[in-house]
């Protein structure tokens, strides 16, 4: 993140108190004896890691509402950490991902740690409990950060309505994504290949990563609805177009700064609108058809599959389709901004505009 949007130490202050809740939840835990430590370390691990795009964004949208920097404001935004941490945890398991940052995934790690110590049972299923009962740990010490942040309790039920929001139709957004997955289609033309991809977008990362935050934030200080309009419209429009970037990302990028093997989502069998527009342009070309029917979802999808997949996604015009869109997600996002420029503290719009670029611009 650019040291202008981290101006009041907000990223290391973020780290300070995420440390010191897992540290009092390791205090509530040990009774057990310290059997839960294996959970608790892959859940610290997991929290020293990423952007902290939620925590920020909910900080700015208390502040671009008039709100005032404080401890007990920082410890609000860092309960976004926690639930994206049992977002993150659940979701690894669900995708059968081997790493998470450039490090294995917790169930993954966990399943290591079942071998080394020898226990009886299966390794990997041990390891997928231990993750998803991490997520649930996580997704508790979220609501708890949240209801115990500090903030005044007036401000605190304001937000509360988004938070709870945000929780429920993220869920919807995972199931979407699950169900997706298992729809063909083969039988779909483009658009609603298009528009599918999108709601799932919309409401598996847009509205939770940007969108919800900044709506909890500005609800808490007391956003006009001016205000809280815009900043919907700004947190949607920058929310899927920063998704749209993490998908081409997720094809093209570098894994030593995605923290994971560049084509793993074609692996996986993603439904992007990236593969939709792929899919489009396969449809000419019968072999390239054949190919993706094939191949495309296969976890031995070989590196050379994976770089035809690029190549053909290049020459296609798909990468630039999706390019379009990202750029056309971000100029929505500064217009909304721009519309409530004299309404916002000039540090909170310098930080919002800040993020359209440091979002969405290309890095591969």
């Known amino acids: 993140m650019p ?12 780290q300070e108190t995420l440390d010191a809740e897992v540290s009092h939840q390791r205090d509530v835990l040990a009774p057990l004896g310290g059997q839960t430590d294996l959970m608790l370390d892959a859940v610290a691990t997991l929290l020293r890691g990423g952007k902290r795009v939620r925590a920020s964004f909910l900080y700015w949208g208390y502040r671009a509402a008039g709100g005032a920097d404080s401890d007990a404001l920082v410890r609000c935004a860092a309960s976004m950490e926690l639930f994206q941490a049992a977002a993150l945890l659940h979701d690894d398991v669900m995708d059968a991902s081997d790493t998470r940052r450039g490090m294995p995934a917790a169930h993954r790690a966990m399943a290591a740690a079942h071998r080394s110590r020898g226990l009886d049972g299966d390794a990997d299923r041990f390891g997928e409990a231990g993750a998803i009962l991490a997520g649930d740990l996580c997704l508790t010490w979220a609501d708890e950060m949240y209801a115990t942040s500090g903030l005044p309790a007036d401000e605190v039920a304001r ?35 298009i528009e599918r991809a999108l709601r799932v977008i919309r409401f598996k990362s847009a509205k939770y990563t940007m969108e919800h935050p900044l709506l ?8 006009s609805p001016d205000v809280t309009q815009a900043l919907s419209q700004y947190g949607l429009a920058l929310g899927e177009a920063y998704q749209l970037r993490d998908d081409l990302l ?66 296609s015009g798909a990468v630039d389709a999706v390019e379009a869109r990202i750029a056309e ?11 409530v420029r004299s309404q916002v503290p000039a540090d909170a719009y310098a930080a919002l505009e800040a993020f359209i670029e440091s979002t969405t611009a290309r890095t591969f």
């Open 216 to 223: 909890i934030g500005a609800a808490s200080a007391g956003a």
């Open 329 to 339: 997600g971000a100029q929505r996002a500064r217009a909304a901004l721009d519309g």
């Open 3 to 14: 040291d202008s949007l981290d101006a009041p130490r907000l990223l290391e202050r973020l």
């Open 159 to 193: 937000g509360r309505a988004v938070f709870d929001l945000m929780r429920t139709q993220l869920m919807g957004g995972q199931f979407l994504d699950v169900l997706e997955a298992s729809t063909p289609w083969a039988t779909m033309g483009t658009p609603e290949r």
């Open 250 to 315: 997720g094809v093209f990028g570098d894994p030593a700064q995605t923290g994971k093997p560049a084509g793993d989502d074609l692996r996986e069998g993603k439904r992007t609108v990236l593969v939709a527009h792929l899919l489009d342009a396969a449809g000419d070309e019968p072999e390239v058809g054949t190919f993706f029917a094939e191949r495309f979802g296969h976890d031995d999808l070989r590196e050379d599959e994976v770089e035809r997949i690029r190549v053909l996604a290049r020459e």
